[in-house]
């Protein structure tokens, strides 16, 4: 197995939980009620308008509001060494806070970082994708670029909705292996893991080596596309890339 395919297993099993600011130990989770979770309407993504991404490569310190109090940190570089991008749902009206999707658990937990002296980047691009239909849609504003059929949870591992981005773009080493030859890492986790498994529980958009089972509910939440699928995506796709996961 590659050294890429290693990693990538690797990061699968680490939980992305929130840091504290402070001497206590990296992990310390605070409590839940000092992040915030938010309901997603269909289409959350606001598809009309380019989406903002913001540069955390240094770390983030995240706030539950402008100047509000410590609700923990985000590192500047991912399990994989990716450097830190987040997907920016909201600004501050004085254009100096920004309101970002977290890694942490449990999905959908948001949180307030500073803007100064970061880079962003504005982009169109995004994900869709809809278990139902059992499609990952590749979009650009509100129009389809590309539509692919996807593998979605198993009805005992439900793939998660919500409001999500990539994290790690990654060859994986090992064409013939489970995730195929390329995977996106993702900002969520899978609450509902089958019995016995021992692969993590971060999701992820990846290839399979199992491609009769695509357009069907097979996978423990992550969503499985063709090699081919993978291909287009990794043109389009960068840290930071919004991923919206429908039911």
Known sequence: MGRALLLLAVAL?????PTVAS?????????????????????????????TLVDAADGAIVRSRPRGHIAGTVPGRTP???A??????????????????????????????SLRGRRTVT????????????????????GVLRSFVA?????????????????????TGDPGGPFGWYAFGLSGHQPTLPAGW??????????TNAPSTLGTAASAGCLRVSATALGILKRYLRPGT??????
């Open 123 to 142: 982009s169109r691009f995004w994900v869709e994708a809809d278990v139902s239909r059992r499609r990952v849609n590749l979009m650009r504003g509100s």
């Open 13 to 17: 099993v680490v939980a992305a939980t």
């Open 151 to 171: 593998a979605v949870g198993a009805p005992g591992s439900p793939t998660p909705v919500g409001r999500f981005s990539v994290t790690d773009p990654i060859a």
């Open 80 to 82: 994989l060494g990716t």
């Open 23 to 51: 001497a206590h130990p990296a992990g310390v989770r605070l409590a839940p009620a000092r992040a915030v979770k938010e309901p997603v309407p269909r289409r959350a993504a606001a598809p009309h308008r380019a989406f």
């Open 198 to 207: 021992s692969g993590g529980d971060q999701l992820a958009i990846h290839g």
């Open 242 to 247: 919004p991923v919206v996961i429908e039911a």
């Open 84 to 113: 830190t991008w987040l997907w920016a749902v909201k600004t501050s009206p004085d254009g100096r806070w920004a309101r970002v999707i977290l890694p942490w658990r449990p999905n959908g937990r948001t949180g307030w970082i």
